[in-house]
């Protein structure tokens, strides 16, 4: 059963408008998210972090929203470019000194010119 | 500052073999953990070493073992291959501490024939 699921295995932007990844988790003990880009043969990249005292964090075009209750959070990228095609994963942990991290399936952005 | 190297990038092996991987860590990180990504089963972690100790253990079977050495490095083998071994096995280092970042490397390739 996955503890982390993003049920949306793609989507298409335009470019300049805003891009909404989702994320969704069953495990009500995690209270440590975070979100990852990756390309093609590359290792993924550390985007945002959010952890449960939070609901929303920013950093420059990446805004994270987190709804405990609802055991969701989601990833809004705004302005979208080009060059934020990749697939991007949602990971979550519960907040110990473990580094065990169970990541979603990933989405793949694909942002048109 | 240096960030996480995984070695050897790309690698064929017979079913059967034994497999070696290694990572270095970002300088000053204790925390090294290990993920295997397949197109099917999307990014799982293995295992994480902290202080050269285990910390955390994935379901993952005891063919899959891992060590670290008193300098952070970590290494991880499989033992007696098999074709559904193939992936890429990325590995990620943070500080260890709780509500923590990791970081990964680009990954090794692994292809079982």
């Known amino acids: 059963d996955q503890q982390v699921k993003q049920n949306s295995p793609s989507l298409s932007v335009q470019e300049g408008r805003i891009s909404i990844l989702n994320c969704d988790y069953t495990?009500?003990?995690?209270?440590?998210f975070l979100w990852y880009k990756k390309y093609p043969a590359e290792g993924p990249t550390f985007l945002i972090s959010i952890s449960s005292i939070k609901d929303k964090n920013e950093d420059g075009r990446f805004t994270v929203f987190l709804n405990k209750s609802a055991k969701h959070l989601s990833l809004h990228i705004v302005p979208s470019q080009p060059g934020d095609s990749a697939v991007y994963f949602c990971?979550?942990?519960?907040?110990?000194?473990?580094?065990?991290?169970?990541f979603g399936p990933g989405t793949r952005l694909s942002v048109l010119p | 500052k240096a960030g996480v190297t995984q070695t050897p990038r790309y690698l064929i092996k017979t079913r059967g073999q034994q497999v070696t991987l290694s990572c270095s860590p970002i300088?000053?990180?204790?925390?090294v953990s290990w993920y295997q990504q397949t197109p099917g089963q999307g990014l799982q972690f293995l295992f994480e070493?902290?202080?050269?100790?285990?910390?955390n253990k994935g379901n993952f079977p005891g063919r899959f073992s891992g060590r670290q050495f008193s300098n952070s490095r970590s290494e991880m083998n499989v033992s007696t291959l098999e074709l559904g071994d193939s992936a890429l096995y990325l590995c990620?280092?943070?500080?260890?501490?709780?509500?923590?970042?990791?970081?990964f490397g680009e990954g090794s390739w692994l292809t079982v024939v």
């Open positions: 990971a979550a942990s519960e907040d110990n000194y473990g580094q065990n991290f169970v």
């Open positions: 300088s000053g990180h204790r925390s």
């Open positions: 495990n009500s003990m995690f209270d440590y």
């Open positions: 990620a280092s943070s500080l260890g501490t709780a509500a923590d970042t990791i970081y």
């Open positions: 070493y902290f202080s050269e100790t285990q910390r």
